[in-house]
């Protein structure tokens, strides 16, 4: 959509392209991505269904809740507390794949699973009724209160991650878990694997062997680098 210079962002609703709202997903398409361990990628095969991971288990320890002192109400505290029970997907907004969030979830045996924003939605099971949103990134916790969910909300610090969230919230049969299986549409979510640059050369003919076995037809690609890890955290 649009120009190839332009970014195509949609937050809070409105695809910055036009300045409009934006309430079709399927007319405001953005590529997502989603890096993972090779082990992670095998269980997505076999389960045909992609991990959901609970608020309060995600690294950054103010995920879902207030990280200042402007926010005391003990009804906003029990708010907080929900929104931590909750479970999310992450994906990465890009137009390419990042050698740094590559380094940071899926370095020596990832892959990573490029997808639309669209077929994210499409291939989730409308069963479990989930949300998707752009993450909002603020300097606090009031700035965080405009988003429809705190799940959809942190702290500037991450900004660079670009994030797009589906939410599925949780039940009173969740309470124990720190992840879950949500059913998705492989095929669906799929358009194309793509395999670590910092791999070793097998990596690639594995999972083209996988996406054989498991019936999907897209491409598995390996971007050549002359970049190392070493000289990305200098």
């Known amino acids: 959509i649009g120009p190839r210079n332009y970014r195509h962002w949609i937050h809070r609703g409105f695809c910055s392209v036009a300045m409009k709202p934006c309430h079709d997903w399927f007319m405001c398409d953005q590529k997502i991505w989603r890096y993972l361990p090779l082990s992670q990628f ?7 269904a992609l991990w959901f991971s609970k608020i309060r288990e995600l690294r950054d320890p103010f995920e879902g809740r207030s990280w200042s002192t ?4 003990s009804f906003l ?70 988003m429809p969910s705190r799940c959809f909300a942190k702290r500037r610090l991450f900004e660079r991650e670009r994030e797009h ?7 009173s049969d969740d309470k124990p878990l720190k992840s879950k299986l949500v059913s998705v549409d492989l095929q669906e979510l799929i358009v194309e694997i793509w395999i670590s640059p910092f791999s070793e050369e097998w990596l690639q003919t594995m999972v083209k062997n996988l996406i054989f076995r498991y019936n999907l037809k897209c ?16």
């Open 42 to 48: 095998v269980s997505i095969l076999q389960n045909k």
């Open 70 to 73: 402007e926010v005391t109400s």
């Open 77 to 146: 505290e029990l708010c907080e507390a929900a929104d931590r029970e909750n479970f999310v997907s992450c994906w990465t907004i890009d137009d390419q794949d990042s050698a740094l969030m590559w380094l940071a979830y899926a370095q020596n045996d990832g892959v990573a699973i490029c997808s639309t924003t669209g077929r994210l939605k499409r291939a989730i099971s409308c069963k479990c009724k989930p949300e998707f949103h752009d993450v909002g990134y603020f300097n606090n916790s009031a700035g965080a209160l405009k």
């Open 165 to 171: 969230r589906a939410l599925v919230r949780s039940s």
């Open 219 to 234: 491409p598995v690609n390996r971007q050549p680098t002359t970049l190392d890890r070493h000289s990305l955290l200098r």
